[in-house]
């Protein structure tokens, strides 16, 4: 699926460059003039992200005349909201898509694919450049079975982020490049005094699959599935990983299972712990001196490796046409969509502190050196996987079981091993249920 | 005088109040009754298909809900005794003659904790219980008592929200059984003060006959409110650390909110109306007959 995204996120680029010279004239203003007056929905969250966007929506908005009203919801109401308003055949025009959730509202056919846009010279911007996205985000976050739906919007990447002073205390002059690194060194020295070497978000919620649970799989070599769709959590390497994280516990906080975002990244910028793998995101928060304490000794790099690579924590989101809009509201939505996911946006909206997801936003080395997370960031969009959890529609349901056998596993309510298979046998019923086993869905994650 | 009242006067007076009653519970009950006959998924509605009792076998075959219902009765096991003894107290306190305007001031200070946002309460409970940065931990160190993990680890956690239900709900209990007291008739009471000094004897044989009604009517409630408790837990510790505070109304939630399966979500609450109607009859037919 991979390859066949790719190919066609190519043949738009080419699509786009093809048709340069004859669209050369194309304006927002133009453009946007027969949907003046219009008024779409969308939903956003209360992140750096979508300050900046909110920042950025009066210019677009005096230039095209469409109003942008956006509802802001926490996270994990988000998924609920859009489901029962697509399912109502509500207000909202776009779709907010978390990494997750593609494979949910496409097969549902709640969003539309943006070449219903991209083929009409009107709406298409030329200089969309859908190549300059990093190739690996536009897979994950707005494609689903070789269809591309969003543009990248608000994506991030785990990253370490580290307390540079807590370390040289200690006699380290770089952060920990491998995961054993960290169980072995780094972990050891730098938890004493009531002070810890790592905060590993572990919440029962999407936190505690996506960030804690996921997190340990994949640069081991694990995986939730396996080629047949078969749980793969008590494979050597799932297994492996698995314990690595349960044995790592040594070195966290205690109660680390209570700890969200906002905990971890607390802990960090309050100088508790020596380092956390967090989202890109939260770097403006980290760097603030009013919201942390750590701001001159803040340091990011790429996430620590295991033994099958880096293979990082991929999260964040898309922006989608919405199929309930009217015809006129989904031209609108595609013009807002495409205008603030734009190349020539993308500089301004990381000022503003978001994280887009253009290669070129990066290329500038002055930019780099201001914000210290960009080369980390870059180098993890590199090499993530798509999959980092399934995405398919029945995901939902099956991270609840993660989220529950998870938690019970650090808790050691469960061994590793009880946890893992009690979490394969839930999941492989809900994808039996599904129709994955008997061939009425396609083996797509 | 005999008045008579025509049939349209009746309706008038009365349907817009069974109408409101249909609107927005009888026929939101049926609905929900026949969605639990459904394989209902808000996320695969093309599926959606009738499969008589299969959500209902599924919910009394699935060891997470009578985990989280004996979670539930462990709560209301531990929690309601305390809140009524703790209210009987206050009310009998308050029922005694003299200092008005502290009794006053107590009644009105009685009310706030229950007309506190339940998730409200979940949210101060979270950060005041904090390890690290809250109140209560700080104040136990000032006792010489380390921090206590209250959120992070699941005993804690329970017993968390056991304290914080006692807290909010006591009041509440009192409030009750001071307006039970307030039925006793004066001379009865004083009739019986002048043949002991006991106040036990007075409660035992007195008082507690009168206050039977408002503890029925508290057994009903409490058991109404356990069974549907979710705000104050949800934001506290979101039924966690594992599944140390997975109550039933969070499970319900999750399946019909998290997972979008209405139809076994609906089964999930069709049991548990059933099951409060059943407690609620057992404890009419139990307490009135034994006293």
């Given at each position: 699926?991979?390859?066949?995204?790719?190919?066609?996120?190519?043949?738009?680029?080419?699509?786009?460059?093809?048709?340069?010279?004859?669209?050369?004239?194309?304006?927002?203003?133009?453009?946007?003039?027969?949907?003046?007056?219009?008024?779409?929905?969308?939903?956003?969250?209360?992140?750096?992200?979508?300050?900046?966007?909110?920042?950025?929506?009066?210019?677009?908005?005096?230039?095209?005349?469409?109003?942008?009203?956006?509802?802001?919801?926490?996270?994990?109401?988000?998924?609920?909201?859009?489901?029962?308003?697509?399912?109502?055949?509500?207000?909202?025009?776009?779709?907010?898509?978390?990494?997750?959730?593609?494979?949910?509202?496409?097969?549902?056919?709640?969003?539309?694919?943006?070449?219903?846009?991209?083929?009409?010279?009107?709406?298409?911007?030329?200089?969309?450049?859908?190549?300059?996205?990093?190739?690996?985000?536009?897979?994950?976050?707005?494609?689903?079975?070789?269809?591309?739906?969003?543009?990248?919007?608000?994506?991030?990447?785990?990253?370490?982020?580290?307390?540079?002073?807590?370390?040289?205390?200690?006699?380290?002059?770089?952060?920990?490049?491998?995961?054993?690194?960290?169980?072995?060194?780094?972990?050891?020295?730098?938890?004493?005094?009531?002070?810890?070497?790592?905060?590993?978000?572990?919440?029962?919620?999407?936190?505690?699959?996506?960030?804690?649970?996921?997190?340990?799989?994949?640069?081991?070599?694990?995986?939730?599935?396996?080629?047949?769709?078969?749980?793969?959590?008590?494979?050597?390497?799932?297994?492996?990983?698995?314990?690595?994280?349960?044995?790592?516990?040594?070195?966290?906080?205690?109660?680390?299972?209570?700890?969200?975002?906002?905990?971890?990244?607390?802990?960090?910028?309050?100088?508790?712990?020596?380092?956390?793998?967090?989202?890109?995101?939260?770097?403006?928060?980290?760097?603030?001196?009013?919201?942390?304490?750590?701001?001159?000794?803040?340091?990011?790099?790429?996430?620590?490796?295991?033994?099958?690579?880096?293979?990082?924590?991929?999260?964040?989101?898309?922006?989608?046409?919405?199929?309930?809009?009217?015809?006129?509201?989904?031209?609108?939505?595609?013009?807002?969509?495409?205008?603030?996911?734009?190349?020539?946006?993308?500089?301004?909206?990381?000022?503003?502190?978001?994280?887009?997801?253009?290669?070129?936003?990066?290329?500038?080395?002055?930019?780099?050196?201001?914000?210290?997370?960009?080369?980390?960031?870059v180098e993890s969009w590199q090499e993530g996987v798509p999959e980092f959890r399934p995405r398919f529609a029945e995901w939902p349901t099956i991270t609840e079981i993660v989220q529950e056998y998870g938690t019970r596993m650090m808790l050691g309510e469960v061994t590793v091993e009880e946890g893992a298979r009690a979490i394969g046998e839930r999941m492989e019923a809900v994808l039996e249920e599904a129709g994955y086993y008997d061939g009425r869905k396609p083996l797509a994650q | 005088m005999q008045t008579r009242v025509s049939r349209l006067t009746l309706l008038a007076f009365l349907g817009p109040a069974v109408a409101a009653l249909l609107a927005v519970g009888i026929v939101p009950l049926l609905y929900a009754a026949w969605k639990s006959l459904h394989d209902f998924n808000l996320t695969r509605l093309a599926q959606q298909r009738f499969v008589g009792l299969d959500n209902y076998a599924a919910v009394l075959t699935d060891a997470s809900f009578w985990a989280a219902l004996g979670r539930t009765a462990l709560l209301f096991g531990i929690a309601v005794p305390v809140q009524v003894a703790l209210g009987l107290l206050i009310a009998l306190t308050l029922h005694r003659p003299g200092l008005s305007a502290f009794k006053a001031l107590t009644r009105l200070s009685l009310v706030l904790p229950m007309a506190t946002t339940y998730a409200v309460v979940g949210l101060l409970a979270q950060v005041m219980l904090n390890q690290k940065y809250g109140v209560v931990n700080q104040m136990l160190g000032w006792i010489g008592i380390d921090a206590i993990n209250f959120i992070g680890d699941p005993t804690n956690a329970f017993v968390a929200v056991v304290l914080w239900d006692i807290w909010q709900w006591t009041p509440f209990v009192a409030l009750i059984l001071l307006a039970g007291l307030s039925t006793v008739p004066p001379e009865i009471e004083e009739a019986a003060r002048l043949e002991t000094k006991s106040d036990r004897a007075i409660l035992r044989h007195v008082q507690l006959p009168y206050l039977v009604p408002s503890l029925v009517a508290i057994l009903i409630l409490r058991t109404a409110d356990t069974l549907k408790l979710f705000d104050m837990p949800f934001t506290m510790t979101r039924g966690g650390p594992g599944s140390a505070t997975e109550f039933i109304a969070i499970l319900i939630e999750r399946t019909g909110n998290r997972q979008f399966d209405i139809g076994l979500a609906a089964a999930q609450s069709i049991l548990m109306l059933a099951l409060t109607i059943l407690l609620a009859r057992l404890y009419i037919r139990v307490f009135y007959r034994e006293v």
């Open positions: 699926m991979k390859t066949t995204t790719q190919a066609s996120v190519l043949a738009l680029a080419a699509a786009s460059a093809l048709t340069a010279g004859p669209a050369a004239a194309w304006t927002l203003e133009e453009a946007a003039a027969p949907y003046a007056g219009t008024e779409i929905e969308v939903l956003f969250l209360d992140r750096p992200g979508y300050a900046a966007a909110i920042e950025m929506l009066p210019e677009f908005e005096a230039a095209t005349g469409i109003t942008v009203n956006y509802t802001t919801v926490p996270y994990e109401n988000a998924l609920g909201e859009q489901v029962r308003d697509f399912v109502a055949g509500g207000d909202l025009d776009i779709a907010l898509i978390d990494l997750v959730w593609i494979g949910n509202f496409a097969e549902n056919g709640w969003i539309v694919p943006i070449e219903t846009f991209t083929s009409d010279p009107a709406l298409a911007d030329p200089d969309l450049d859908m190549a300059d996205f990093f190739p690996l985000v536009v897979d994950a976050f707005g494609s689903w079975n070789g269809v591309t739906y969003g543009l990248p919007f608000d994506n991030y990447s785990g990253l370490l982020f580290y307390n540079r002073c807590m370390l040289e205390e200690a006699g380290f002059t770089e952060p920990p490049a491998t995961w054993q690194e960290v169980m072995d060194t780094y972990g050891p020295a730098l938890t004493k005094d009531g002070r810890y070497a790592f905060a590993l978000q572990s919440k029962r919620n999407e936190t505690q699959s996506a960030d804690s649970f996921a997190r340990f799989l994949w640069p081991f070599g694990g995986s939730f599935l396996n080629a047949e769709f078969r749980s793969n959590l008590n494979s050597p390497e799932s297994q492996a990983g698995l314990q690595f994280r349960q044995d790592l516990m040594a070195f966290m906080p205690e109660g680390i299972v209570a700890y969200d975002h906002a905990e971890v990244v607390n802990a960090l910028a309050q100088g508790d712990v020596a380092f956390i793998t967090e989202w890109s995101a939260f770097y403006s928060t980290l760097k603030d001196p009013e919201t942390s304490t750590i701001v001159d000794c803040l340091g990011v790099a790429p996430e620590p490796e295991g033994p099958a690579g880096r293979k990082p924590a991929l999260g964040g989101f898309s922006l989608a046409v919405a199929s309930q809009a009217d015809e006129a509201e989904q031209a609108a939505a595609w013009l807002f969509i495409q205008w603030v996911t734009s190349k020539a946006n993308a500089g301004r909206y990381l000022e503003l502190g978001g994280v887009p997801a253009r290669q070129s936003a990066y290329a500038d080395p002055a930019l780099a050196e201001r914000f210290t997370f960009i080369p980390a960031l | -």
